[in-house]
Structure formats: structure tokens, C-alpha cells
């Protein structure tokens, strides 16, 4: 709604800088609280910034608040993960990393075709509501799982 231009829209990629505080500041709680705990935390904010940026979606502000909050909290839920799987064998971290970066970024790519369906079907909206049904999905798997 904002009519901006390829380098202003670009220039969202700046705010999600805040991506790398979470990911420095889950890194540190993950000893404390656990990864499981953890990566629930890191998803109900990016539910929240889903919220957020679905209700606002029309103010400059709401879309800030909401990139800001679903990068924290997508960074955050990474480093968790990866603390998380890093666990099962510390001598194969790199056969490890391997994998669990190749179902990161194929679950990227399922998301962002899935997403421009949700847009082509239902606008921004559908957009939300795939993300945060997508999200409660994560969670429901993260507090099911036995570590």
C-alpha cells in the first residue's frame, strides 16, 4: 500500500538487522532456559510480529514492529535449533549442519511458494494466517518432540 520503489522496499532489509541481536541473545539464554523452551519462545514472537504486521498491515509502524518481531524471533528459533541438533552427535557437526541447512532452506523455498499462493488466494491475510498456521504447527512438533 506504500507504492515504494525496489531500493525503499529494500530498505526493510535494514530493520531486520534485529534478526542478529536475537540470534546473539538466544545463543546466550539457550544454556539457561533450553533449546525446546527456547525455540516455543523465539515462535510465539514471531506469531505475535505475524499479528501485528496482519492487523497493521497498512501503517508504516505495524510492518516495522512486525519485521522487526518475526526476524528476532525467526534468528532466535535458528540458533536454538541449531544448539538443538549440534547436541545429537558433537563429533558430526558438520554432516549435521549440513542437513539441517539443506531442510532450512527447502522449507524456505515450500514457504515462499506457498506464501505467494496464500497472496494470489486471500491477499496479505492469507499470507498471516499460512505463516502463523505454519508457525503453530512448528510449535506443536517443538513440544512434542523428547529434547
Not at 30 to 35: A, H, I, L, M, T
Not at 53 to 63: H, P, Q, T
Not at 102 to 120: D, K, P, T, V, W
Request: proline letters at 1%.
Amino acid at each position: 500500500p506504500f507504492n515504494y520503489n525496489a531500493q525503499q522496499a529494500g530498505m526493510f532489509g535494514v530493520i531486520a538487522l534485529a534478526g542478529v541481536v536475537g540470534a546473539k541473545v538466544s545463543g546466550s539464554l539457550v544454556s539457561r532456559f533450553g533449546s525446546r523452551n527456547m525455540i516455543s519462545m523465539a515462535l510465539s514472537i514471531i506469531v505475535v510480529g505475524f499479528i501485528i504486521s496482519g492487523l497493521f498491515a497498512d501503517s508504516l509502524i505495524g510492518l516495522i514492529v512486525g519485521i522487526i518481531l518475526i526476524d528476532l524471533g525467526v534468528f532466535s528459533a535458528q540458533v536454538s535449533n541449531q544448539v538443538r541438533v549440534f547436541s545429537i552427535d558433537p563429533q558430526a557437526q558438520s554432516r549435521i549442519n549440513g542437513i539441517y541447512m539443506l531442510g532450512y532452506y527447502l522449507g524456505g523455498a515450500f514457504g515462499s511458494y506457498a506464501g505467494i499462493q496464500a497472496f494470489e488466494l486471500a491477499g496479505w491475510v492469507g499470507v498471516v494466517g499460512f505463516s502463523i498456521a505454519s508457525v503453530i504447527l512448528s510449535f506443536v512438533a517443538n513440544r512434542a518432540s523428547t529434547k
